[in-house]
Structure formats: C-alpha cells, structure tokens
C-alpha cells in the first residue's frame, strides 16, 4: 500500500524527528521542506530570517520547495515535513498531522537545536513565523493557523519523544489496518 503522510506544525513542534522516526520504523522515504529551505539560505549565504525576507518579495523560493513537495508525494511511500506540507500535500496525503507545542516549549527546543540564547530564538522564530505567514496569505491565500485540513493534531510537548512516536506509528498502523 503507498502511503503518503504529511507533517505540519510551527517550528520547534518536532516534525523533522518525528517524520525521521516515521520513515525509519514504517520504512518511507523522509523528504523535509525545512532541509531544502535551509540548504537554500546556506547556497545564498544568508540566515533563515533574511530567506524568508528574500521569499517574501521572490516566489520563485517557496515554488521551487512547494513544488518538489507536490512531486515527491505523488510519488507515494513518502513522509513529508514542513510548515506547508499539510496544504502543498493534501491531495496525496493519506494522514495528515499537525504538531504542536506551547511556545516556550518551541523556543526552547529552536535555541538548543540553533546553538542560541532563548530570547533570540523567541525573537526568530516568532518574525521568521509572521513573515511566512504573510507570505503564504500573499502567494497562496492559505491561512497556516487553519488547522480543519489536518486528521489528527498531536501536542508534542505532552510526552516524550518515544511517547509520542508510538502515537504516530500505532495512529499509521491503524489506519493502515483499516483500508485493507
């Protein structure tokens, strides 16, 4: 059965560790928005909040992410993660997830993982956030904070990481367990 599962949440909720342990324990491919959007400002020598000034003015950064998204999910057995995937992928998207966190969760998780203080990372996060929400109401007329597109919206803070991936691969499980 092709599967198709896409993650979505703000930063800092754990998307890419879980759509890492999903694709290793259920035996997908892993494809991550955020990896490519970050491969790019290191290309352009620039930082994410100067990219996601840069995208806001040029379409042509988000097009080049949305669409390889697109495309990778058409091809199935696929789990994608990004801030848009849960739109970019909805047609192919068997599950679709949201993942939260409370926002000194996130910030805390962004300056650990970024090597920053916990102010600046509150600080990026939160322009880097407004910029591609503005953005994405600009180029898409999508609205990030609508979450009635999404199956299922997991609080990651709730639990521990093993925690929360038993959750998502038994939730995969049993919705595979249901369409056969």
């Known amino acids: 059965m092709s ?3 896409a993650l979505s949440g703000k930063h800092g909720v754990g998307k890419s560790t879980y759509a890492s342990i999903l694709s290793k324990k259920l035996g997908l491919r892993h494809v991550s928005a955020g990896v490519l959007f970050r491969e790019i400002a290191k290309e352009m020598g620039v930082s994410l909040v100067e990219l996601s000034r840069i995208a806001a003015e040029d379409f042509e950064i988000d097009r080049r992410i949305d669409e390889r ?4 999910a058409s091809k199935g057995c696929v789990v994608l993660e990004g801030r848009l995937v849960g739109w970019m992928a909805r047609e192919y998207a068997d599950l ?15 300056a650990e993982r970024d090597g920053l203080s916990y102010e600046e990372a509150r600080r990026q996060t939160l322009n880097r956030e407004r910029l591609e ?4 109401l ?3 007329g999508i609205d990030v904070d609508d979450l009635s597109i999404y ?8 639990m521990p990481i093993d925690g929360n991936a038993r959750v998502l691969v038994r939730l995969v499980e049993e919705y595979r367990s249901a369409r056969r």
Request: aromatic fraction near 14%; proline fraction near 3%; hydrophobic fraction near 35%.
């Open 133 to 136: 929400r503005e953005r994405y």
């Open 151 to 158: 199956d299922v919206v997991l609080n990651t803070a709730k």
């Open 69 to 72: 998204t697109k495309e990778e």
């Open 96 to 110: 679709n997830i949201y993942l939260s966190a409370p926002d000194e969760v996130r910030f805390r998780r962004v």
């Open 138 to 140: 600009k180029y898409y």
């Open 3 to 5: 599967l198709v599962i």
